[in-house]
Nanobody, 126 residues
Framework: QVQLLESGGGLVQAGGSLRLSCAAS????????MGWFRQAPGKEREFVAV????????YYADSVKGRFTASRDNAKNTVYLQMNSLKPEDTAVYYC???????????????????WGQGTQVTVSS
């Protein structure tokens, strides 16, 4: 089992940047594929990015590709989401999630993740 805690959210102007962190506790963090999702008010939870357990392969939603970068430091049990060129439509609660599921094509679905953090609010003003 793993516990996840996000941090780094806040209020930023359009065009600005934020870096989210997700600290994990528990065993075998480096064995999990790690995802980032977001949920805006009144909307479904939406896939943002997923990273292999080794950090060697990362997949992004089209809406964030080229602007967001996901990374992980297994020595620190932490994953990161660097968000640049932020837009008002990026406003949401951002969640990190962990899964043992290995098929990257299916990891765009929140249903494939077993463990979730509590989320951190990101608000982008226009």
């Amino acid at each position: 089992q793993v516990q996840l805690l996000e941090s780094g959210g806040g209020l930023v102007q359009a065009g600005g940047s934020l870096r989210l962190s997700c600290a994990a506790s528990g065993r075998s963090f480096s064995s999990y594929n790690m995802g980032w999702f977001r949920q805006a008010p009144g909307k479904e939870r939406e896939f943002v990015a997923v990273m292999r357990e080794s950090g060697g392969s990362t997949y992004y939603a089209d809406s964030v590709k080229g602007r967001f970068t996901a990374s992980r430091d297994n020595a620190k049990n932490t994953v990161y989401l660097q968000m640049n060129s932020l837009k008002p439509e990026d406003t949401a609660v951002y969640y990190c999630a962990a899964t043992y599921y290995s098929d990257m094509r299916l990891l765009v679905s929140s249903a494939k993740y077993s463990y979730w953090g509590q989320g951190t609010q990101v608000t982008v003003s226009s």
